[in-house]
């Protein structure tokens, strides 16, 4: 599964590349997470000047993937998630928390609203005219992702002192007929199910056509215990770990290995690797390769052999092990890359030696690097190293980094119009441009 959405929109030629990847390493789906980046009729407002998937793109695309052993799979997420919907005022309406707010497992409080109101016939209409829109232009697939993951503020707005557990299955419900009329097996997340077990038998009796996709991307989640409660109770699982791509700048190689091996383990009756963009998407599409080649039961050098770039596996899997070189771990991203996030007051403190010996691990690295070719992969595989330097540079303490800044934003600015349009790229450049130096 490929973010599409947040904040990489890949062109069609790199989704066809792709394909023709994931179909040499075993894979046989490809899913597109979709959010609003689809010319969805009627809903100009929230497409306009991100250079939305057309409908004849994506026929073509699916076509391309078919002709290749791969089909083209749907992501809409049809409950929650809807935070770029909602930044707009029209659209708030539909939303459960109309005035944002909703809290969160974690403690946090979620500003700008993200579920829909299932108790609002007009907010359930929007979200099944979404799905008759997107759902024809994918004509080989036999499946369709719905989401419903996440859904923290179902029960504390409009729909406050109802049954949860009934409110979440009538709407999964509702949109998974809506899946079956265009000759479709639901698919949904399975978090809120696991969150939420007294749900779980009514999900069996009224959605036990389905798959429920199990998802932990951190080394320590308990996929396998996820999977066996859901098939205890009938219903088919699939596994979904991470590339552990996202919230990073180069990636977490420990943590992939990890999370990899659960999955393997878990006992689900198939994977579903997943690649976020969590976080303005900095790092780009080299980074993951590493992961889809894994996760499909291959070598590096099966890597380097598809995509022509020798060395370029090794490379990208101890380029991202400098997280820990740094002792820089931390769930659902790594230290650096949380703390070049803050202002330099609020930053973590770090351990200056390790520091120290994660630039010496980059400088041997870099010469490494250099030898990889001038290649798109090669040169992402390069712009990751430089990330990840100007991170630890930044924790050191450093001044003077803003002319070697504006140098990687010229870069990632080259790299992704080289993967696709220019989409949300400035609100990317933006955020990586925020921090003080």
Known sequence: MLDVSRNRVYSLETLEWLAGLLAALGYDRLELYIENVFAYPGHEAVWRGIDPYMPEALLRLGDVCAARGVTLVPNQNTLGHFERWFRLPTYRRFAELPQGGARTPWGSVQEIPTGLCPTDPEAVAFAEGLLEALLPCFPHADAANLGGDEVFDLGQGRSAGRDKA??????????????????????????????????????????????????????????????????????????????????????????????????????????????WGDAGHWQPLAVSLPAFALAAGRTMDDLDRLVGVPGLGGFLLRLGDTYRTAKAEAGNSTLLFRAYNLPRAEAPAFDHEALRATVAELDALAEAGAALGDSLLAREARHALGLQRLAVRRALGEAGLADERARLAREMEALWLARGPRAQLDASLRAFLEPDL
């Open 166 to 275: 009934r409110l979440y299955v009538d709407h999964l419900s509702r949109m998974a007929d809506v899946a079956r009329r265009h000759g479709k097996r639901p698919e949904f997340w399975a978090d809120m199910l696991l969150r939420h077990p007294e749900a779980i038998p009514l999900a069996a009796e009224r959605l036990g056509d389905a798959d429920w996709v199990v998802w932990g991307y951190e080394a320590t989640d308990d996929l396998a215990g996820g999977v066996a409660t859901l098939r205890a109770a009938g219903l088919r699982t699939l596994v979904a770990p991470g590339t552990s791509s996202w919230r990073s700048f180069c990636g977490r190689t420990a943590n992939l290995l990890a999370n990899l091996r659960n999955a393997e383990a878990s006992g689900a009756e198939g994977l579903l690797l997943v690649d």
